[in-house]
Nanobody, 123 residues
Framework: QVQLVESGGGLVQAGGSLGLSCVDSGRTFSTLHMAWFRQPPGKERELVAVISWSGVDTYYTRSVNGRFTISRDNDKNTLYLQMNSLKPEDTAVYYC????????????????WGQGTRVTVSS
């Protein structure tokens, strides 16, 4: 069973940094491809980054490429998102997601979701 819990959200000034974590309390984390999505206020949920089960392969949406880093520690069943040079447009609820299929780019590609953690970037 996959149970994802995000943490690390909060309020940060533009230009600042924030790190998010997502812990899976299940026993299959190392077999799952993982992703971070976000949902800005009043908008649809959108992909931020994807990482393969091994951590070797990653993908970033263009708007965060070079500023955000997705990583994972399979020994700790934990997914990370390091966010640097934050902008007000990064304000959103951030969700981690998991699936056994690789490189899903839309929410429907993922079977498992966390409850979300809110990130607010002030200007």
């Amino acid at each position: 069973q996959v149970q994802l819990v995000e943490s690390g959200g909060g309020l940060v000034q533009a230009g600042g940094s924030l790190g998010l974590s997502c812990v899976d309390s299940g026993r299959t984390f190392s077999t799952l491809h993982m992703a971070w999505f976000r949902q800005p206020p009043g908008k649809e949920r959108e992909l931020v980054a994807v990482i393969s089960w091994s951590g070797v392969d990653t993908y970033y949406t263009r708007s965060v490429n070079g500023r955000f880093t997705i990583s994972r520690d399979n020994d700790k069943n934990t997914l990370y998102l390091q966010m640097n040079s934050l902008k007000p447009e990064d304000t959103a609820v951030y969700y981690c997601a998991a699936d056994r299929k690789w490189n899903g780019r839309v929410p429907n590609d993922y079977d498992y979701w966390g409850q979300g953690t809110r990130v607010t970037v002030s200007s």
